[in-house]
């Protein structure tokens, strides 16, 4: 009897122990879990200062590189910067490194010192997420919006930036994947994305700071394949969040099935969150 108490003892002993070891084990992977995210999230903090810093270089050199007498000229300084100091390439550099904002910059100030080899293969997304970083920089606010084609058999878009030029007071839409901005054709005057969403692309002009003109810009697919019917105005720093899409059903076919068996809305509910989509024009 007094053997059984003593290896009831014992085996209460050595549960305890057990638990006491499990824990410490638990404690100290969970210690080890909290410093790996720590450390995580200060080199995450590191890397996006020094993409801050960078897009302060790239500011300087900006406004070093002329006088900008207004902010619409400032504007287009800053979308040439990044278009002429990227390539239009989306390939497994691009897959790779185009939306690593400090590989980027870093690019982009190395090929403004004329070596145009470090040039980032970039496309229209990244290079208006960078037009807007930094447009940020020089305190002018800006937004990624995203047009879209029912021409093709899958879906297809083009990401541009919309502008809230403090010359003009008004949202203006600007396009560092073709270096241009899109003005009506009578008064040269800047269009948002609603002027020419519900407008008559007939009396839109795509410009550059040379020429002006759908040929002339070499912006005419945009225009031949429909990318002017439908938008998602992207949330401010997320762009696949609390979106609004805007269709023209005039210009914009909202039942096509695309070769995936989906409709349009179909599609934004895959890829977008929380997106909403408004049809235009309403009839009564």
């Not at 297809?156 to 901005?181: A, C, I, K, M, S």
């Not at 912006?219 to 401010?236: Q, S």
């Not at 005039?250 to 509910?269: M, P, Q, V, Y």
Request: aromatic share 8%; proline share 2%; net charge negative.
């Amino acid at each position: 009897m007094i053997h059984g108490k003593k290896l009831l003892f014992v085996l209460i002993g050595l549960f305890f122990v057990g638990v006491c070891l499990f824990q410490i084990h638990r404690l100290a992977h969970i210690n080890a879990e909290y410093v790996d995210k720590l450390a995580s999230f200060e080199e995450s903090k590191k890397t996006k200062q020094e993409y801050i810093n960078n897009l302060d270089r790239i500011k300087d050199l900006v406004l070093k590189n002329g006088p900008k007498e207004t902010s619409t000229d400032l504007i287009r300084a800053v979308m040439e910067f990044v278009h002429d100091n990227s390539l239009h390439l989306v390939d497994d550099e691009h897959g790779a490194h185009a939306f690593n904002g400090l590989l980027v910059t870093q690019k982009l100030l190395l090929a403004s010192q004329r070596h145009e080899n470090e040039r980032p293969h970039l496309s229209c997304g990244p290079r208006s997420c960078l037009m807007r970083d930094l447009l940020t920089r020089f305190g002018i606010a800006a937004r990624t919006v995203q047009l879209f084609s029912d021409a093709h058999k899958d879906v297809q878009g083009h990401r541009l930036l919309e502008v809230f030029n403090p010359e003009t007071q008004t949202w203006e839409l600007w396009d560092p994947d073709y270096r241009v901005t899109y003005v009506d054709a009578l008064t040269k005057k800047s269009l948002d994305t609603m002027d020419i969403l519900l407008g008559d692309l007939e009396k839109v002009v795509p410009k550059d700071g040379n020429t002006e003109g759908w040929k002339e810009t070499r912006t005419e697919r945009l225009k031949e394949e429909n990318y002017f019917g439908a938008v998602m105005l992207e949330g401010f720093g997320a762009q696949m969040l609390n979106s609004v899409g805007i269709i023209n059903k005039e210009k914009f076919d909202i039942n096509k099935a695309f070769s995936d068996g989906l409709t349009f809305k179909d599609w934004t509910r895959k890829n977008y969150r929380d997106a909403r989509l408004i049809l235009l024009p309403h009839h009564n």
